[in-house]
């Protein structure tokens, strides 16, 4: 193909195709605005100008190209990963900052669902852009047709699919940063020690919602870039298979992250809309804690009651909205008021008024000394004495076939 027009034309025209049906497909249902998935599509496309910038510059300054460092290093496989760590690195990093740079100028990310999906599209829009050049256009110059169609699936599916994990996982990640407050309280609630955040606190000196926030976008990007540089890595090598199945399960557990209650909160809170909290800064601490408590006890009926009285009383906490999500989360295809519970259960537990003053009475309440030598255990005892012996009475009339009454 001889025209230069007509050749990015249909090379253009070919790598569309399947960036429009994974649009499609991924968010059909989504609520998002299509201008905003187009703007980030484009964006998206226009990431790979800088990489191409960088490769360009090799040229005039050769001493700077990574594929030297393959060269130098005599391990194979060591020289090969550590090439395409460089290279996922650079991808990975302007695919971030536009995800940043977006959202601090529209503020787009109300959600982390939302940071994912966002990511998603700017992943498809680079996509779109490396199969146009350098693969589909230097494929239709060659004329080599089987080649083509051979790399256009291949391209189209799994590396669109690749490109598609590694940048939502950095959009699960930064998606919890941009609601530090939330997510770092949701785990000191659950015992969690935080030992990276405070030692990041530690040593930079900054705030610890700062050290977490930047804790979670370094993690996010620091995975995308291992997993896309092994990703590359096997496949320049021709291990097919298991690149395929780096792509399959991390496909597989991004749309699982997608469907998540917790991942779908808004979590961005309109000042002048805000209602005052019914409940102290002192008990609210309380209920937190306990909520935290039976999280790691997997209690997740009794969190998402609590959590529901809670928000009665403060409709605008958002960590009690995010933990009643993380429980409805683990309780999903599960009857929430199946069986009872030790304290929120039953739906009329639930629903009864009285409970949520309760929780907070029991979690500060102490057991006096000697409580086991008391008159009130004693009787507790004599009861529980008393229901047994009934109960054992029921069984002998029933297996005897004597009265019921």
């Known amino acids: 193909m001889e025209n230069k027009y007509l050749l990015w034309t249909v090379a253009g025209s070919i790598a569309f195709i399947p960036a429009f049906m994974w649009m499609h497909f991924l968010f059909k249902k989504s609520e998002e605005k ?13 990431t790979v100008i800088p990489l191409l910038l960088v490769q ?3 040229k005039f300054f050769p001493q700077l190209n990574v594929g030297q460092i393959e060269q130098k290093i005599q391990n194979v496989y060591l020289g090969a990963t550590v090439m395409y760590l460089i290279f996922a690195m650079m991808e990975e990093v302007f695919k971030q900052w536009l995800l940043r740079f977006a959202d601090k100028k529209w503020l787009l990310v109300k959600s982390v669902n939302d940071s994912i999906k966002l990511s998603i599209v700017a992943a498809l829009g680079f996509s779109f852009a490396e199969n146009v050049y350098p693969y589909f256009v230097s494929l239709l110059q060659s004329g080599d047709i089987k080649s083509l169609i051979g790399a256009y699936f ?37 015992g969690k020690k935080l030992y990276i955040t405070r ?13 977490y926030r930047e804790q979670k976008i370094f993690q996010g990007l620091a995975i995308a870039m291992g997993l896309h540089a092994i990703y590359n890595t096997f496949l320049s090598f021709n291990k097919i298979i298991p690149a395929l199945i780096i792509v399959l399960i991390g496909f597989s557990y991004l749309m699982i992250l997608l469907r998540r209650s917790s991942g779908t ?30 999280m790691n006890e997997k209690k997740y009926k009794d969190v998402i009651g609590i959590c529901a009285r809670l928000l009665e009383k403060d409709p605008e906490n958002s960590l009690a909205k995010l933990m009643k999500a993380k429980a409805e989360d683990e309780m999903k295809g599960v009857d929430l008021y199946h069986e009872t519970t030790e ?25 006096p000394e000697n409580f086991q030598n008391s008159p009130e255990y004693q009787k507790f005892l004599e009861q529980e004495k008393k229901k047994k012996d009934q109960a054992e009475t029921f069984k002998l009339d029933a297996g005897s076939g004597g009265p019921l009454i």
């Open 34 to 46: 299509k201008s905003t998935l187009v703007v980030m599509f484009i964006l998206g496309i226009m």
């Open 56 to 58: 360009y510059s090799w």
């Open 154 to 190: 291949f391209r189209c599916l799994f590396t669109s699919a690749a490109h598609i994990f590694f940048s939502g996982i950095f959009g699960y990640y930064y998606g919890m940063s941009k609601f530090t407050s939330d997510y770092r309280d949701s785990e000191k609630s659950q």
């Open 199 to 211: 030692f990041i606190c530690k040593i930079f000196q900054i705030p610890q919602d700062q050290a």
């Open 265 to 294: 909160l808004d979590l961005v809170t309109d000042i002048s809309t805000k209602t005052t909290s019914q409940i102290g800064e002192k008990e609210k601490d309380t209920v937190i804690e306990l909520i935290g408590q039976y």
């Open 343 to 367: 304290i929120v259960g039953t739906r009329k537990e639930v629903e009864d008024k009285s409970t949520f003053e309760n929780l907070i009475a029991q979690k500060n309440k102490k057991l």
